[in-house]
Structure formats: C-alpha cells, structure tokens
C-alpha cells in the first residue's frame, strides 16, 4: 500500500528492485509533507517490527486530513 501510494504522488517507482529495497534507505522527495512522509516512513520500514500496521495507517494525519476541492482545477491535479 504504501508503494501504490508513493507512485500516486511521485509517479514513480521507490525501488528500482529487490536489492534496493534490501540496501538503501527509502528516499522520499523533500517536497513531501512532514505528514506524508511519517505515513510512507510507518508504512515502508524494512524492519517488520517497526512497520505501521493496517489500522495505524488509517489512522494517520495525511490520510485524514481535509481538503478543499474548490481549491483545486482538474488540470492542477492530474497532467
């Protein structure tokens, strides 16, 4: 979930593969919201210990926020 969500975002791919995953840190873009980037930390840690939960994701800031749509064009969203 949280991969599917940082392609939503970013448009692209976190890892470029297997090895990736295993050796380097998550590098989020320093655009990201202090929220974001707790929610994408929570739900992408390696250490399966650590990894948020389901139920803490949902419960999350960033995914609960509230956003104005009349704030917003079509086009401002989606290319």
Do not use: H
Not at 4 to 24: C, D, M, V
Not at 53 to 75: A, G, K, R
Request: charged fraction near 25%.
């Amino acid at each position: 979930m949280g991969v599917t969500i940082y392609i939503l975002i970013f448009g692209r791919n976190p890892y470029a593969g297997i090895e990736e995953i295993l050796k380097n840190d998550l590098e989020i873009p320093e655009e990201a919201s202090a929220e974001l980037r707790d929610l994408l930390g929570g739900m992408m840690n390696r250490n399966v210990l650590e990894r948020w939960s389901v139920q803490e994701s949902l419960n999350c800031y960033w995914l609960n926020q509230t956003v104005d749509m009349s704030q917003y064009e079509f086009y401002d969203v989606c290319d």
